[in-house]
């Protein structure tokens, strides 16, 4: 280009910024270095042979590792002992919730089992009613809902409420006399208690003894004059 005022060639910018000598670019990545060694690649290589290493190998030394191992096994086999307990947990509670509903649903049946028995004392219980009524204490008593408490039945406050109570020289220990209502059970856990009437043993009363039982006791020695006699 030339200069207008003074007619010489001007340098343009792009011009100034050319080197002199041609620059020689750098070498593609990946590419095999001028020495002839193997890159990226081999100096990892060389630095596992050298550290006795794998190359990648997050860890010093085989006793680390060893001891990471048993740290992750035991971390496993506590979450896994706690998938456990958390599982017998959830049946658990299924169960106990599967209790209370029919624990609810049975206890309202039985204001109908009372009317039942009392049916069935007055010899009412004939017909088709006879036949429902059997097929629900049939029914009932297949769902774990078990009747308990009859005359003669040794008193258990656990199991039996008392009305009323009496003395005889018949029993030696408290006995259910009369049953006044029956109780219920279900599986073990009482739904509701016998109320029933209780004889208690009567202190006053004489021991009884039997017939063939030998009296106990010295034997009374006769007298003289009465030997004499005989």
Do not use: W
Request: some cysteine.
């Amino acid at each position: 280009m030339t200069d207008p005022d003074s007619g010489g060639p001007v340098e343009t910018a792009e011009q100034e910024r050319l080197p002199d000598e041609t620059e020689v670019a750098p070498p593609m990545t990946g590419s095999t270095p001028p020495d002839g060694g193997a890159g990226p690649a081999g100096s990892a290589a060389e630095a596992g042979e050298d550290g006795g290493l794998a190359a990648g190998a997050p860890y010093e030394t085989a006793d680390e590792m060893a001891t990471r191992i048993k740290e992750l096994t035991a971390d496993l086999q506590r979450l896994q002992a706690e998938y456990v307990n958390y599982k017998r947990r959830v049946d658990r509670d299924r169960d106990l919730v599967l209790q209370n509903a029919k624990f609810t649903i049975l206890s309202a049946l039985l204001p109908v089992l009372d009317d039942v028995d009392r049916a069935r004392e007055h010899e009412e219980l004939s017909g088709g009613f006879k036949a429902v009524a059997e097929s629900l204490e049939r029914i009932v008593a297949g769902e774990g809902l078990h009747k308990f408490g009859a005359s003669g039945d040794p008193f258990d406050p656990r199991i039996h409420e008392a009305l009323m109570h009496s003395l005889s020289p018949d029993v030696t220990t408290t006995t259910c006399d009369k049953i006044v209502q029956a109780g219920y059970e279900i599986g073990g856990r009482v739904v509701r208690p016998a109320m029933v009437t209780v004889v208690d043993p009567d202190p006053d009363a004489a021991p009884q003894v039997d017939a063939g039982e030998e009296r106990s006791g010295p034997v009374p020695e006769l007298r003289p004059e009465l030997e004499e006699e005989s």
